[in-house]
């Protein structure tokens, strides 16, 4: 369930290149955590850290698969007009 968040805390967190190109690869499917690895180029401590704080705003949800987690882009964050964009509440960040 996603938090009340205001606009600008939402956009605070997603102006995190890392925490956007997150984002964007969850909007083609959901993913487990060694899959970013490799196109992101980051460690995967670091990829933690930024899918607890994109958990924590209600935009990311996550699920356990196995022995790892699966990521996917929250219910309330998918918008019903373009697959490509995050309903924020406030406004729908669009990735055209």
């Given at each position: 369930?996603?938090?009340?968040k205001s606009c600008s805390s939402l956009l605070k967190i997603l102006a995190d290149?890392?925490?956007l190109?997150?984002?964007e690869q969850l909007m083609e499917q959901s993913k487990h955590v060694s899959?970013?690895?490799a196109e992101l180029q980051i460690e995967q401590s670091l990829l933690s850290h930024h899918l607890k704080i994109l958990r924590e705003a209600g935009l990311v949800t996550s699920k356990r698969d196995g022995k790892s987690v699966?990521?996917?882009i929250a219910p309330e964050a998918k918008t019903s007009t373009s697959k490509k964009g995050?309903?924020?509440g406030c406004c729908i960040?669009?990735?055209n």
């Open positions: 369930m996603r938090q009340k290149k890392t925490r190109a997150i984002l899959d970013f690895g699966l990521y996917s995050v309903n924020l960040l669009s990735f």
